[in-house]
């Protein structure tokens, strides 16, 4: 499913319009990643899962056409954890 799609199905299950569900899904997006900037950074929505911002120490890779060791430096990721409901699903 894409996100056309999925505003297509919100705004038949709501029984809104299609404008009207893409503004729900666009502020739903931009809610998770304005959260997911400040430092301690999660989203849990229960039943569903939870976003959370981990941080990821520098480490030493291979370069995989030279074999050449690299430097892959320190990071912020984000992480998904499904929640029950989900897990039963899959």
Sequence with gaps: MNKAELIEKMATDAGISKIAATAALN???????KTLK?????????GFGTFAKTRRKARKGRNPQTGEVIKIKAGNV????????LKDIA
Excluded: A, I, M, Q
Excluded at 27 to 33: G, M, N, R, W
Excluded at 38 to 46: A, C, I, P, Q, Y
Excluded at 78 to 85: A, E, I, T
């Design 27 to 33: 502020s739903f997006v931009d809610s998770v990643f």
């Design 38 to 46: 400040k430092k301690d950074g999660k989203v849990t929505l229960v």
């Design 78 to 85: 984000v992480k998904f954890r499904p929640g029950k409901k």
